[in-house]
């Protein structure tokens, strides 16, 4: 259902790999139908190879069919088919993040009632199986933390804004004229996509039900060349991150759930923070693994139809296990999700970088670092530059220790008020990744 | 069977995440026995938490026991009983390449006539899911290349070696002394075991029995640190990679499969090429996912219990699914594997990096340009060294432009031969990684 880019590659990958996945799963996979509404397009693609339909209904109808590949995107239509897709009785196959990650409890509720299964390894960071991985590679672990560069769109503009100098509006520009951003890039650069890959990922790590509604979302639509080069100069490279953490309290209890995506520093020797380009990387922490590392291709017509057919396999594999033997859509046991809850923002405890533009005048340095004291934020490395001949102001890079992020805010506001310091604050987070 | 290292891990990560396990995998695992033949030292680790026998034999011979683990090692009484696991209808868990990769074939049929499985994820790469991603997550792929660090202590004494400026034997002292090298480190440091883990990523990713007595395997221990400062000047770091083709003729033909292990430039700004200290990284080419890399732990206790265990859970999840369903030992169904050669040294494509230690005279860099272009070897990169004052001889640096090994072979024969060039050349192998 929808023969566009992605739905494209399924098909050219299963035309030109059909013996070799034959030869690895057993049995040939058969593309026998598929839907688009620009039907002479979609005949200019497959040929005589499927039959093609303008309605993706009459594919859920064809009893011969055993298995459903939803690729058309969205909340509305989209849901509507992989809804009757799976009330008809046929797995799905889907690459739609923003449909699981909004109305996954509902979806995968379904799919249960009905001995199906919603596979969609595609969803996140396209060809890197990276829910292959949570869920069944890193079984064994209580997973601590993730971090991942899951939306190569702002990890482009990113490195262009860094090996050019350039601020966020001219890249954007010049990433769209590429190809590399959508006319309405809106959902990648503000983070919404790679908000709603960090939910399904949290999801699977923790074992708690999709929540994308309480995932903290900071796009970098703000963020500016200078602290960029800010960064650099502490040892630090900047990135679009979905982070999602488990939170214990001092007893080793699990309080909350950490769901985030927001620019972030981090340190130049990680491996991540030499992630280029539109390539993405997802590290995962477990107690017993600890670190590991997924990098790949993001998004993009065969990477994503890579996973596709991945997905397919294990389904004709899995299909004669017992349902409930199969491994659940989300890592968990579904009677075994925990209510654990997603913190607000302000309960995060992060580092920060923080610049702030101030008059060059005796004091201003003891005032600031006086607030930051009276909250009980300890800072870890100061940058001062020297003020430009003529000018009066300056600007001043502080790095904090770990903090909550509700005391950061009061001492924000605090220094903010400050006569002395002349415009906003720019705050970013910073993790160690350690 | 077997309970030193690994055994203590997986002992450990059961007894400490078995409520985790259990609400993924749907119920709990339970390690009912454990032999050793230190009674009092199995049964100071695991307490009344399992049967204690020194008989590995006696696990066998339990009626109750569905999978056995064996963490014993090498070829000799490691082989006898897992043959007889097999025989005895028990499921089988081993982290051990070095008897997959030389007795894989005779104890995978075993197993297939059996109707059981032989998992063997914490064989390679330690704690990273790199068997599952070749097996399942890339599927749908042909697989062009693998080309992994998967043998932390030579990537260790290789970190040490560029960080410190020092010779190979110097380091491996200290790597022995910090306890990253084993007291006779023959295996790591001559290659056999990156080989062995390299032979069987290769079956796994191309449908080939293993055949690790086709392998080539060069280790470390001729590596000097003036290569290493060479390479760095040319934007190369030297890794120990294994490395596995699929070389195809004009045609697009299969014609061979490429297995090696050997030290290998790389380029700096690839980020295999920053893995640093014990770490393991595998990267694996599609034609249709494109690059992907896997990095974490290649070693150690826990990351190796991560492995075993998720292998224990996947067994118990497949046990009811029919047993041609479930996924080939070898990626590929076991009557689908291909007759596909590995390739003798001398046929491998490869560039290079030569050091030529040449009198300071006239003439000799075109006596070796012209042997070079005698063997249709074009040159990529020169570096001349200037001579140290009151020295008569320099070194010439030469990277190459890919060539068939046996030609490099000639051309090296006949440079050396030349009463110009004072020293044995130092040949190494590059790899672009692109």
């Known amino acids: 259902m929808g023969l566009g880019t992605v739905g494209g590659g399924v098909f050219d990958v299963l035309q030109r790999n059909q013996e070799e996945i034959k030869r690895r799963a057993g049995r040939g996979i058969e593309l026998s139908m598929v839907s688009r509404r620009n039907l002479a397009a979609a ?19 064809n009893p011969d069919i055993d298995i459903v590949i939803e690729l058309i995107g969205g909340y509305g239509i989209a849901k509507a088919l992989v809804m009757e897709a799976i009330a008809a009785g046929k797995h799905v196959v889907t690459a739609n993040k923003a449909l699981l990650a909004v109305h996954g ?59 050019k100098g350039l601020d966020f509006d001219a890249v954007l520009k010049q990433a769209q004229a590429l190809g590399y951003a959508e006319t309405d890039p809106t959902f990648d650069i503000e983070g919404t996509d790679a908000a709603h890959k960090t939910t399904l990922m949290s999801a699977i790590a923790f074992g708690i039900p999709v929540q ?9 639509t703000r963020l500016q060349a200078a602290d960029i080069t800010y960064a650099e100069q502490l040892g630090y490279r900047i990135k679009l991150l979905g982070i999602t953490k488990r939170r214990l309290n001092e007893a080793g ?3 909350g759930i950490e769901l985030r995506v927001h ?19 997802v590290m995962v922490h477990g107690d017993a693994v ?8 993001g998004a993009g017509s065969e990477p994503t139809a890579s996973a596709v057919i991945a997905d397919l396999v294990d389904i004709t594999r899995l299909q004669t296990a017992l ?16 209510a654990t809850p997603i913190m607000p923002m302000a309960q995060v405890v992060s580092s920060y970088y923080l610049r702030l533009q101030v008059a060059d005048q005796t004091g201003v340095l003891a005032r600031i670092t006086a607030i ?24 001043v890079i502080i790095l904090t220790h770990d903090t909550v992020e509700g005391k950061m805010n009061q001492a924000i506001a605090q220094m903010q008020a400050l006569p002395t310091v002349l415009a906003p604050i720019v705050r970013l987070r910073k993790e160690e990744l350690s």
């Not at 620019?263 to 990387?281: C, F, Q």
């Open 43 to 61: 005949r200019a693609k497959v040929g005589d190879a499927a039959v093609v339909v303008a309605d993706a209904r009459a594919i859920i109808a």
């Open 105 to 163: 409890t509902e979806i995968f509720a379904a799919a249960r009632e009905k001995g199906v299964v919603v596979a969609f390894e595609a969803a996140v960071a396209g060809g890197i199986p990276i829910i292959k991985a949570l869920r069944e590679g890193l079984t064994a672990n209580r997973i601590e933390w993730i971090a991942g560069i899951v939306n190569g769109t702002t990890n482009f503009i990113l490195s262009e804004m860094r090996d």
């Open 212 to 220: 994308f509604e309480r995932a903290y979302v900071e796009g970098i």
């Open 253 to 255: 209890a699990v309080v």
């Open 263 to 281: 620019p972030t520093l981090i340190p130049m020797k990680r491996l991540i923070a030499n992630v280029e380009g539109a390539m993405n990387a």
């Open 290 to 297: 600890g670190t590991t590392l997924y990098y790949g291709k």
């Open 323 to 338: 349902p409930n033997q199969r491994v659940p859509h989300l890592a968990f046991q579904p009677d075994e999700l925990a």
């Open 372 to 395: 930051l004291a009276g909250h009980d934020i300890s800072i870890d490395a100061l940058l001062q530059r020297e003020s430009a001949e003529g000018e009066s102001q300056t600007d």
